[in-house]
């Protein structure tokens, strides 16, 4: 029976570890890190996971605003409200909500987002310096599945890793990250998606097998050797037959476990690293406005 990677407990100490950068960091600009949300519309998954960030932010002391905006809202309305917090000395961090209704355009949204306070990591500039290997801010989920594959000390050196799931948020940046020449990367890495005639062809011959799929049962006991380590970061919401509902994966949990010598439950496990690395993301935000201010009051 496989080892499960305990994402809540790891997320944990994540955050008591970020009262200390906290600390520093309020010490240094004078005010706490800060982390404004944007929230349009009503959505009940969207309201739940703003609530738990805001919720979060509190824990480790980041300073963090909630603007919910009703799903009326214009896209003009949207990107007035990002430029002021662009302009704003005390917002570090900016998270616009995803999905976002349907007559704003999405992408239009983050690239008006300022890329020092790119939070979540979708902007072009950040995927471009996180394709070449550059210093910028990391998709909370790809940097959470690494960060959590590290403190569990499953090394990524060598090692051949299926990506399944091709998405801008999750597939591509952590198959670039794990791929990259560094301590949790040097992996041969695959990428599968729905134009893959046979998933599990590949899957099979992998040591570390990533579902990114949003789909429930895309991996299978049959999908996997024995020994594998699983990462699950599937998030669906799936209907009983008493009428309840509850949350599972893209990985049929229990037949995969009896083989995987590791893997990641859901709920558990990559989504509370996805909410730390946010955090993390924050704090650094504001280091690096630490270190620009210190750097301005250096004589020339």
């Not at 570890?17 to 520093?24: C, R």
């Not at 982390?35 to 959505?43: I, K, R, S, T, Y």
Request: glycine fraction near 8%.
């Amino acid at each position: 029976m496989a080892q499960i990677i305990d994402g809540k407990a790891i997320a944990a100490d994540i955050r008591q570890e970020l009262q200390t950068d906290v600390a520093e960091v309020e010490k240094a600009l004078g005010r706490p890190p800060g982390l404004n949300l944007l929230l349009v519309g009503e959505d009940p998954a969207s309201q739940v996971y703003v609530r738990n960030k805001a919720k979060d932010c509190a824990e480790v002391g980041i300073a963090s605003v909630v603007q919910r905006l009703p799903a009326t809202t214009s896209q003009a309305e949207v990107l007035a409200l990002i430029s002021q917090w662009n302009a704003d000395d005390s917002v570090d961090g900016i998270l616009v909500q995803l999905p976002l209704p349907k007559h704003i355009d999405e992408h239009r949204v983050l690239e008006a987002i300022d890329p020092r306070k790119d939070a979540d990591g979708f902007h072009p500039m950040n995927a471009g310096k996180l394709m070449i290997g550059l210093e910028g801010f990391v998709p909370c989920t790809p940097a959470g599945v690494v960060e959590m594959l590290r403190r569990s000390k499953i090394d990524t050196q060598g090692k051949h890793i299926v990506v399944v799931g091709r998405s801008n948020i999750v597939g591509k940046p952590l198959a670039i990250l794990l791929a990259q020449k560094h301590a949790m990367g040097n992996a041969t890495v695959t990428i599968c998606h729905t134009g893959t005639p046979d998933i599990a062809v590949h899957t099979r011959m992998a040591d570390i097998v990533v579902a990114a799929v949003g789909r429930p049962d895309t991996i299978t006991a049959d999908h996997v050797r024995d020994g594998a380590v699983v990462v699950d970061v599937g998030m669906n919401r799936v209907d009983l037959p008493d009428g309840k509902s509850k949350l599972v994966g893209d990985v049929s949990y229990a037949e995969v476990a009896a083989k995987a010598s590791h893997i990641t439950p859901v709920p558990g496990g990559v989504g509370p690293m996805t909410r730390a690395m946010l955090l993390v993301n924050t704090v650094e935000a504001a280091r690096r406005r630490v270190r620009e201010l210190q750097g301005a009051q250096q004589p020339s």
